[in-house]
């Protein structure tokens, strides 16, 4: 078919007949002042949809401070790619809104299809893992096939789609590349021909953005949400900021449906060079750029974007344990021996129970960042269904008692109310799959069930760490030595005052200070009795003045609903207590020799106090047992002392937190592990080990993982985060 060319030129093809449509352009928009070349399209309306086959031309995007954008794009279409291809017209779906429910065209919901990814010739040509070179001819032929296979959001028949008549964009896909490529690869088959793949799914991606640049002007547009599956939840953040910088005002929402990035390095090399994705990524967003992106994980790149546009909203969907992701997950660390995976047709049943779990580790830490974040939220359902937002089981999804849809609609519509949503572990209501390891249900030893492991986030800068804690704007401090230093999320460190004795237990205190125990010029351990301890209120730019004192040797400090301190003495049997304005201690209670690390329950009414050593004055011998302190009356009295659990043998128990669900958290020093107690019985779960001389505990904010426990060591120095999978109880 021909047709005049025009600077914007659209041919209709409806009942068989070709209407040339040539839309007018005052000089304004002419390419010699905007940029933009010609940009041919024809569309041809079948079954209410409208199929847009694009030609190449390029895009220019506006990024403010007069910095334009200027991206050509080829469109392509790989018709199962061989030494003799036939070439095809790549084209995209387009359904325009409805008006009957006040959507309109002005809600754009802009969809990428999933359909696996290929990388190497084991798996582009050889044995296929991305299945969907043939759908664009099928869906060409008989459009009906979309709706058969297509529900979910985009579906204007069930009257609870969040989407209903929204403006609908469906990206087909092709390329193998997850909608990031812009290359043409060449790899050899079996017989040693060549044959090229058109990895080209960002520059097909750029051709609807352009399209929809042009017939939804910015200025027009309420709300665009942009969402994928499987493949497609790549290419939907992936291409999101692109998206974002045309329609600047609108409300932006981005989704990504069963494809959380657990991915080995090898992939990455490989796939980011035979599809040149990096040099597509929006290199204008701060802390991206071709190199950044090369080493990020999906999670660093949700909390990049989620950060830069704090303004738009962010989510992520899986299942627990999602069976598709979990084989390429497999077939990236065995891409090279066919033999492996090729029998497995993308099942999760057959991959090994290691290698699940592992995935799963590896989820759950890419999801992580979504917990710092009020814009960025994260839904992982039970089970291990491959993606949701395209199916009609989308709207009978529920973890946690919130159904998933009600979650969406939540997303879109701005509520309040949206956060994160998992399912539970606890009873197997994650729903654990059979596999061909475990027939009764895969049970994992890593980060879905305890113990985990300790991750060294600093190491080799101090010989040893004892306090830690985040102040109020979530900045982690940690004392060495006689120095207080600050620690970032990726393991640098930052002095901040060298000028006290013996800093130990740390805790935060008003606005964006820290209390901090000193031993003062001497203590216990060089046979002094001194009463010469103090309590100093610490700022994060190293200034500091003494908040209290009169204490021997200050070990742990907590801070009560009232603003008054308790302070812990190891060496000897009391607990002091500061005013809430400061000044000198008090005895407070006097009953549990060698209580170190203190934490109040999340309801207020107990203190917790770990025990280090048999009694007071005795430091060559080590305890194991943790104390429960009840509150009385309105000024929080010490009532009953209760013995609440005995760990370890010898285990020197030191540093405690509380979690949100009300569990205390112990630190075995001497053991090396790290326990859970269930205050309503005292039971004790491992929930880590292998940390040596573990000592001091809080719980993670700000930009550090509020789903982790950061830990010090001792003697080494280390600082470890631990996954723990649940946020710490609010902090008084």
């Not at 640049?213 to 992936?238: I, L, M, N, R």
């Not at 956060?419 to 994650?430: A, F, I, R």
């Not at 107690?677 to 993670?700: C, E, R, Y």
Request: proline letters at 5%.
């Amino acid at each position: 078919m021909t047709s005049s060319v025009f600077k914007k030129t659209a041919v209709l093809i409806l009942a068989g007949v070709f209407l040339s449509i040539a839309a007018c352009s005052d000089d304004s928009s002419d390419s010699s002042e905007s940029g933009e070349r010609e940009f041919e399209y024809t569309l041809e309306e079948k079954g209410g949809l409208t199929l847009v086959t694009p030609k190449e031309s390029n895009i220019v995007i506006d990024l403010g401070g007069g910095i334009k954008l200027n991206k050509s794009f080829y469109p392509r279409f790989n018709n199962n790619p061989s030494p003799e291809p036939v070439e095809e017209d790549y084209f995209f779906l387009y359904r325009p809104g409805s008006s009957e429910n006040g959507n309109s065209a002005g809600k754009l919901l802009i969809n990428f299809m999933g359909g696996g990814a290929c990388w190497e010739n084991e798996n582009c040509l050889e044995h296929r893992t991305n299945y969907t070179w043939n759908t664009l001819k099928s869906i060409a032929e008989n459009p009906e096939l979309f709706y058969q296979v297509q529900k979910g959001i985009v579906w204007n028949e069930n009257d609870d789609n969040p989407f209903k008549d929204w403006t609908l964009v469906f990206l087909p896909y092709t390329t193998g590349d997850i909608h990031w490529g812009s290359n043409d690869q060449t790899y050899t088959d079996e017989d040693g021909n060549p044959v090229v793949v058109h990895h080209r799914g960002h520059d097909n991606f750029l051709a609807a953005l352009r399209f929809l640049k042009e017939t939804h002007p910015p200025d027009a547009v309420e709300k665009v949400f942009v969402t994928g599956q499987s493949a497609g939840a790549y290419g939907a953040v992936f291409n999101f900021p692109y998206v974002r910088e045309v329609y600047k005002e609108a409300k932006a929402y981005c989704l990504g449906d069963g494809g959380v990035g657990a991915t080995t390095e090898s992939f990455k090399t490989a796939a980011f060079d035979h599809w040149k994705a990096p040099e597509n990524v929006c290199e204008w967003v701060t802390g991206v750029d071709t190199a950044a992106f090369r080493k990020m994980s999906l999670g660093d790149f949700y909390q990049t974007l989620a950060e830069y546009y704090p303004e738009c909203r962010f989510g992520q969907y899986t299942t627990q344990y999602d069976h598709n992701q979990r084989f390429f997950y497999y077939l990236m660390t065995q891409i090279k021996d066919v033999s492996k995976w090729n029998y497995m047709n993308q099942d999760g049943f057959f991959v090994p129970d290691e290698i699940s779990c592992e995935w799963t580790g590896i989820m759950l830490r890419n999801l992580e960042p979504a917990l710092t974040l009020d814009n960025y939220n994260v839904y992982v359902a039970p089970g291990e269904v491959h993606t949701i937002t395209t199916s009609e089981d989308m709207y009978d999804v529920s973890a946690d008692g919130e159904p998933f849809v009600r979650w969406l609609r939540r997303m879109v519509n701005d509520d309040p109310e949206w956060n994160d949503v998992k399912c539970d572990e606890t009873g197997n209501s994650c729903d654990r799959p059979e596999t061909l390891d475990s027939p009764a249900g895969l049970v994992c030893q890593g980060l879905s069930v305890f113990p985990v492991a300790g991750r060294e986030m600093v190491t080799g800068k101090f010989n040893q760490t004892e306090g830690l804690a985040f102040n109020s704007d979530g900045r982690l401090f940690v004392g060495s030595d006689a120095g207080i230093y600050e620690v970032f999320t990726d393991g640098s460190v930052k002095p901040v005052t060298d000028a006290f004795d013996q800093p130990l237990g740390m805790a935060p205190g008003p606005e964006d200070k820290l209390y901090v125990c000193d031993f003062g010029p001497t203590s216990f351990l060089d046979g002094s009795f001194d009463n010469d301890g103090k309590i100093m209120l610490l700022s994060p730019d190293g200034t500091f003045s003494e908040w209290g004192s009169g204490i021997p040797d200050p070990n742990f400090v907590t801070v009560g609903k009232d603003g008054r301190l308790l302070v812990s003495d190891d060496f000897g049997d009391t607990i002091y207590e500061i005013p809430k304005d400061g000044g000198r201690a008090a005895e407070w209670c006097a009953g549990i020799d060698a209580p170190n690390g203190m934490a109040f329950s999340k309801d207020g009414k107990t203190l917790f106090v770990a025990q280090t050593f048999p009694e007071k004055g005795v430091i060559d011998a080590f305890d194991s047992r943790v104390w429960s302190i009840s509150l009385t009356g309105a000024d929080r009295e010490p009532g009953r002392i209760r013995l609440l659990a005995t760990l370890d043998e010898n285990a020197a128990n030191d540093g405690v937190a509380v979690d949100n669900n009300g569990f205390l958290y112990v630190a075995a020093n001497v053991s090396g592990k790290l326990f859970r107690i269930d205050p309503a019985d005292g039971s004790a779960t491992l929930i880590a080990k292998d940390l040596p001389f573990i000592a001091s505990l809080a719980f993670g904010r700000g930009r550090f993982s509020r789903r982790s426990i950061y830990a010090t060591q001792l003697l080494g120095g280390n600082i470890w985060e631990i996954p723990v999978g649940v946020e710490g109880a609010a902090l008084y």
